[in-house]
């Protein structure tokens, strides 16, 4: 069982920076392909970014494109989500995940979320 625990949210004036950790414990997922992805309020979860076992192969929303960096590093078991020039519309709670499989078909293990608030 994988357990992720996500941390670094918080509230961040309009064009500020925060990084968002997301540390995994349970199993080593040095194989595994992780992303990030968010619930605004009142709206549906949606895709961020995620990044291949290796760290080599990254995908991003077009909204995040250019502001948010996903990195991770394998040793510590760990994922980043690097955003900067934050706007009103990121305002949401941030899920780090992972798959219990590198083919699953779909992302099954969650993080408890944490919020990111940017104000304007």
């Known amino acids: 069982q994988v357990q992720l625990v996500e941390s670094g949210g918080g509230l961040v004036q309009a064009g500020g920076s925060l990084t968002l950790s997301c540390a995994a414990s349970?199993?080593?997922?040095?194989?595994?392909?992780m992303a990030w992805f968010r619930q605004p309020p009142g709206k549906e979860r949606e895709f961020v970014a995620s990044?291949?076992?290796?760290?080599?192969?990254?995908n991003y929303a077009d909204s995040v494109k250019g502001r948010f960096t996903i990195s991770r590093d394998n040793a510590k078991n760990t994922l980043t989500l690097q955003m900067d020039s934050l706007k009103p519309e990121d305002t949401a709670v941030y899920y780090c995940?992972?798959?219990?499989?590198?083919?699953?078909?779909?992302?099954?293990?969650w993080g408890q979320g944490t919020q990111v608030t940017v104000s304007s």
């Open positions: 995940a992972t798959k219990r499989a590198s083919t699953y078909y779909k992302y099954d293990y």
């Open positions: 349970g199993r080593t997922l040095s194989s595994l392909p």
């Open positions: 990044i291949n076992w290796s760290g080599g192969i990254t």
